[in-house]
């Protein structure tokens, strides 16, 4: 086994661990902003390492060049999907779950 599949493999290690983890979160966490968070930040973690190791595997010509303009989507999109739906729950008057909601009087 070379460098390069090394690489490939820790890559794709590193981005199972993250999807794992972000999926979780959608299945434990209590409310829409926790899991909001939990999947996007996860799930940005986790495609990025995948795409990340299909850019490793192929090169930087067809298939990798594909795999880097993913993960510039990726970074643009999923911020922005993530923003749009705590936005959305919160218009909706979704409440916090727990005391973090009560902001401190001044």
């Known amino acids: 086994m070379n460098l390069q599949d090394t690489i490939v493999v820790a890559l794709i290690v590193v981005g199972s661990f993250f999807l794992t983890v972000g999926t979780v979160g959608l299945l434990r966490l209590p409310d829409v902003y926790n899991r ?17 190791a299909g850019f ?32 959305s729950a919160n218009r909706m008057g979704i409440e916090f779950y727990g005391d973090e909601a009560e902001w401190p009087e001044e």
Do not use: D
Request: hydrophobic content about 50%; proline content about 4%; overall charge positive.
């Open 36 to 52: 909001m968070h939990a999947t996007s930040k996860a799930a940005t973690l986790g495609a990025a390492s995948l795409f990340l």
């Open 56 to 87: 490793v595997y192929y090169g930087p010509s067809g298939a990798g060049l594909t795999s880097l303009v993913g993960i510039v989507f990726l970074f643009l999109t999923a911020p922005t999907g993530a923003h749009m739906i705590s936005r």
